[in-house]
């Protein structure tokens, strides 16, 4: 999935989050880079709704 259609695809539930009357969340990390800090921006930036967001951005793990 391109990082644009992925990130499209998490601001529908975030939006579904505040509906449901949740007004923070964290992000565990992103399958994308930034991908998390984006949605994050968007909801801040008034650009789409959504909860407050704690954005962890990419998982860090080793490469062996």
């Known amino acids: 999935m391109l990082p644009e259609d992925h ?3 998490i601001l529908l539930p975030a939006q579904k989050l505040l509906d449901d009357g949740v007004t ?5 990390a ?3 880079v930034w991908l998390d800090v984006a949605v994050r921006d968007a909801v ?3 650009w ?3 909860p407050r967001m704690l954005a962890a951005s990419p998982e860090i ?3 062996r």
Do not use: E
């Open 44 to 46: 801040n930036s008034g």
């Open 7 to 9: 990130a499209i695809a």
């Open 48 to 50: 789409v709704r959504g």
């Open 61 to 63: 793990t080793v490469t």
């Open 30 to 32: 992103s399958a994308k």
């Open 24 to 28: 923070s969340a964290n992000s565990a």
